[in-house]
């Protein structure tokens, strides 16, 4: 038996995971850390702390299983996107890791639009050049060049998390094509660093990365590197890729019929293409495409930027005794939220939730829209409310899928991973909202490791094509096929929301 190790950096901790070659998770162990705000439109990790959390993880999570160090022949890695760190010659960090919601670079992507249009900007990048959401490492990077001159002067280099792990195991500063163009300064047709933007941005490409496909056996694990976390000298690295795609393809998605949907903090969407179509009404509608983690296809990618975050932020602020419930039971408090949800008609008697409480995502995408409940009365308590939250997030799906369609993009089925994965009155509920059936792969909570693990094996070659190792590796175990007289019921429910939608989403703040 073969065993890897996909290691997964997320925004607020990080999960280690050891795999064999059919797929079976032999231990994880995951480790928190702080997301800080130093001020409101700030958002920041510390390298060191996530570096050192990291080595915790993966010596956590060899100690927790039966096999040894030696055991393990690869590592490759899924990581959040955008956040980077400046590193010196000698790899030190050199300031805090801007993550995805900092929005300190407004002024910088206005000024960029003064010298190429957005519109080109998705042509070359795939990635929808916004002001008023500065989600790129591009702008951030201008960001220090402009107000810590002296943190840009000393930076040897400029690397996301995928890079900087590689370069602390290998002592080799590189990336791949999925990570490398979250930065949106990738030309996604050619696979190279833009020359264009690199031009226009005044920036030298030595300060970034090799780039190279997922994939991509790129070194062995060096003498420094195995005595920080654990593992063997000699152990081989891979690139891995961008948390989403990664999830996707762990879920066992090769091409295009399937949606993945992950629902965690952040409810995230994406389909494989086959071709790289790039229309402007995805960039308009906030959309971004990436090279997939396979060669030659795609990855087209929305979201609602509070999914998850919607209910816990129910749980948080009223289901006080819910919890009371949940701790006297040692149930999950969201268990029993659902259930309460569950004894609702369809439509929770008028009530509508619009879960926009960090701005609305795809299709419609705009940082200044509020969440609201619309609808509500004396007839109103908290189940119907519960309720609407997870009727909304299904009405968001649907919408995402209706779009995606349009753009001519074949959909069957949808491949549910995440935390809401769990929950099979929340997926039946999409199923019937949808009118697609909802497909569960045996590794829900992990998809993203084992999409870094399938990589690690094809990089090191127990596995000749993506094809073989997902029929390997990912197996469906849950089916929810939508029900026809639900299904009726909610088509005019879901017209109803989206008319009150249009409304809402004039209301901005």
């Known amino acids: 038996m073969v065993f890897v190790m996909g290691v997964d950096i997320g925004t607020t901790g990080v999960k280690a995971t050891i795999i064999d070659e059919i797929g079976r998770i032999h231990s994880t162990s995951y480790r928190e850390y702080k997301l800080y705000h130093r001020e409101p439109h700030l958002s920041e990790l510390d390298p ?3 570096w ?3 080595k915790e993880a993966v010596r956590s999570c060899i100690k927790k299983s039966s096999i040894g160090p030696r055991e393990i022949e690869a590592v490759s890695t899924a990581v959040l996107g955008e956040a980077f760190i400046p590193i010196d010659h000698e790899g030190n960090p050199l300031y805090w890791s801007m993550t995805t919601f900092d929005a300190r670079a407004v002024k910088q992507v206005k000024e960029w639009m003064k010298l190429i249009s957005p519109e080109e900007m998705f042509r070359i990048t795939g990635q929808p050049l916004s002001p008023k959401i500065p989600i790129y490492t591009l702008h951030k990077i201008l960001w220090i060049r402009e107000n810590e001159p002296e943190i840009y002067s000393r930076t040897w280099k400029f690397l996301c998390w995928e890079e900087y792990f590689n370069y602390k195991l290998t002592g080799k500063c590189v990336t791949d094509y999925t990570i490398a163009s979250r930065t949106m300064l990738l030309d996604i047709k050619n696979k190279n660093w833009s020359h264009t933007i690199l ?3 005044e920036l030298s490409e030595n300060l970034l990365p090799e780039v190279v496909p997922s994939g991509t ?5 060096n003498e420094e590197g195995a005595r920080e ?7 081989l690295v ?8 990664l999830g996707a393809l762990g879920s066992g998605i090769l091409e295009e019929g399937v949606l993945m949907d992950a629902t965690g903090t952040v409810e995230c969407y994406g389909v494989v293409e086959d071709e790289l179509i790039l229309k402007d009404d995805m960039r308009k509608q906030g959309y971004a495409l990436h090279p997939y983690a396979l060669k030659n296809k795609y990855f087209l990618f929305g979201f609602t930027p509070t999914g998850g975050a919607a209910l816990r932020w129910y749980r948080d602020n009223f289901a006080f005794e819910e919890k009371r419930i949940a701790e006297t039971k040692g149930r999950s408090v969201y268990d029993i939220m659902i259930e309460e949800a569950s004894t609702v008609p369809p439509g929770a008697l008028g009530l509508f939730f619009y879960p926009y409480l960090e701005g609305s995502g795809t299709p419609e995408w705009n940082r200044d829209v509020r969440g609201c409940f619309i609808g509500l009365t004396l007839a109103h308590g908290k189940k119907e409310m519960i309720k609407s939250i997870l009727e909304s997030l299904a009405f968001e799906l649907r919408a995402n899928i209706e779009v995606m369609k349009d753009y001519g993009i074949r959909i069957d089925e949808v491949r549910a991973i995440g935390g809401g994965a769990k929950s099979p009155y929340w997926l039946q509920l999409k199923a019937d909202v949808t009118g697609l059936r909802i497909t569960v792969p045996s590794a829900r909570m992990e998809t993203t490791s084992v999409g870094a693990g399938i990589l690690a094996f094809l990089g090191i070659g127990v596995y000749s094509s993506a094809k073989e190792a997902i029929n390997s590796m990912c197996r469906i175990v849950e089916t929810y096929k939508p029900r026809e007289e639900l299904g009726k019921q909610y088509v005019d429910i879901y017209k109803r929301y989206l008319q009150i939608a249009k409304i809402v989403r004039k209301i901005v703040f």
Request: hydrophobic share 35%; net charge negative; charged share 20%.
């Open 229 to 235: 976390v654990g593992l063997s000298k000699g152990t």
């Open 48 to 50: 060191k702390e996530v």
């Open 217 to 221: 056996l790129i070194g062995e694990v």
């Open 238 to 245: 891979v690139t891995g890729g961008h948390d989403q795609p």
């Open 52 to 54: 050192t959390s990291i």
């Open 199 to 201: 031009e226009l941005a």
